[in-house]
């Protein structure tokens, strides 16, 4: 899954099954929209935040790719 790639219900099933989360498909598929408007919100979060006006308070933190 690319950062790019949209949440689907699709792409929920396979981190289910990636994770080897025994997850029910009908709440798989509920999770798809939840998630994806979470995705974006935490993006623009993420971007705000990682503004000039930000650098001073908040700690710059970056997760190492894998």
């Known amino acids: 899954m690319s950062r ?3 949440i689907t219900a699709e792409s929920i099933d396979r981190l289910c099954s990636a994770a080897q989360l025994p997850l029910p498909a009908e709440r798989r598929r509920a999770l798809a ?6 995705v974006v919100a935490a993006n ?5 935040m ?5 650098r001073g308070i908040v700690p710059i933190l970056r997760f ?3």
């Open 4 to 6: 790019d790639e949209p």
């Open 33 to 38: 929209p939840m998630l994806a408007q979470l």
């Open 44 to 48: 623009e979060l993420s971007r705000k």
């Open 50 to 54: 990682s503004g000039s006006g930000y």
């Open 64 to 66: 190492p790719e894998r």
